[in-house]
């Protein structure tokens, strides 16, 4: 089953705040995810990336038949997704397992739908 | 996965699902006891047809006889097994662990299990629940559709993973017990038999924490429990389907087998349980001295009523604190239990059975016109047939 994992930041805990070891640190256990994974049969890192900051955002909406660009973001919920991965697993039950080895994050697990 | 990707949507999809991982079993998967399994496994799908089909109607009776006839030659754990096959017992297993997977909404977890593990009807889900019937439908189809489209496994979780599911499961048995055991709606002998499922499934989840060398307090403390109350069954209700109260049961119609179960259970507990371990245990303790005292007059009061101060202090409940009242009555005299029921009516707006004890105890200590009153509230405020009839008696006998 492939399923999407947004990667939301903690406020308190956002990349341009951390000391260079601890940047060292928080790219090593996404290191370590892409080694879990990889060791785990039926499972693959599909896609993954890191997201730049809501002030880099721009939104696009439809309006009367035209469309329109603001700046962004969204939300401020959709603010604080700083990255994503697209993943596939044989069940949520692995699929969470293997996200325990990125421990920085709130998560939301979306299935992505089948057709 | 590839069966999760096929699951039907419909009502029982999951039942079915249940049916096909066992029809994939290994090719040395064939139960050591077929007939058991498809006993258990038609037994099920006739109970979710029984509103329906009169034909099915006709035949539920005699599997029903058949199967409580191997329930009353069973008595020990192990003899369970032989006739429900380790193989059946692990996929119930499965579907309550399943259905009380962290992933699903709370408030859905125990009803799936009534539902899919015990194929309890919808319409009653509800009234145990007490929400509206479509509330309840819709409650349960999303959590089926999440179980297909997250992904989540039919297997039995590990170590962490099994530990936190445990509690929801205690929680959903302890429900489909309660149901079996508290009569007021539904076919008689769909009743009792849900009462010994519940039992039936504490007894196999015990096991399977035993197996995986878990300790297992809350599941064993609830067995006990449902072991010493089941074990009145034959004794609380009449001839005419009226509740007979504890004070007169005939006490010689009590299991003593399943009494002496149940107490050994409770003695091979540890100490210094807590959370909702202790609350179970103590509930066990109370049920044990009903369940072990000989006469309705050598039950000791006093004793009972310190296990309720300490359930009361745990949970904080009022609905312990009405049966502490009630406790404190027998031992200290009906002003003692009315004391402790002065702030209970803003806590228990609703409830009859607090003017109904409050009642009681005013009679005792002669106040007739006041407990008339209690008693006519408490009547207006009943929806349960058999404690109806109780209540109105009472009134008329005062």
Known sequence: ?115 | MARFRDVDLAEDGLADAFEAATRTWPADGVPSNPAAWLLTSARRRVLDRLRSADVARRKMPLLVVDHLRHEQTVHTAELEEQVIGEEVGDDELRLLLLACHPALAPESQAALALRLVLGVPTAEIARLFLVPEPTMAARLTRAKKKIATAGLPFTLPDGDALAARVDVATQAIYLSFTAGYAPGFGDAVVRADLAGEAIRLARLLAGLLQRRGAAAPSVRALLALMLLQHSRRDARVDAAGDLVLLADQDRSRWRTDEIEEGVALLASLPSGLAGRAEELRLQAVIAARHATSPHPDATDWGAIAGDYARLERITGSPVVRLNRAVAVAEADGPHAGLALLERLDELLPASHRLPAVRGELLARAGDVEAARAAFALAIERCRHEAELAHLRRRLASL
């Open chain 1, 1 to 115: 089953m492939r399923y999407t994992v947004f990667l939301v930041d903690y406020a308190d805990k956002r990349w341009e705040d951390l000391t260079e070891a601890e940047q060292a640190e928080w790219m090593a256990q996404h290191e370590a995810f892409d080694a879990v994974v990889a060791a785990r049969e039926g499972c693959t890192i599909v896609a993954g990336e890191a997201l730049t900051g809501g002030d880099s955002a721009t939104v696009l909406r439809p309006v009367g038949g035209d469309v329109v660009l603001t700046d962004g973001p969204y939300t401020e919920a959709t603010e604080a997704i700083g990255g994503f991965y697209v993943i596939e697993a044989p069940d949520l039950d692995v699929l969470t397992d293997l996200l325990r080895s990125l421990p920085f994050y709130v998560m939301e697990i979306r299935p992505v739908a089948p057709f």
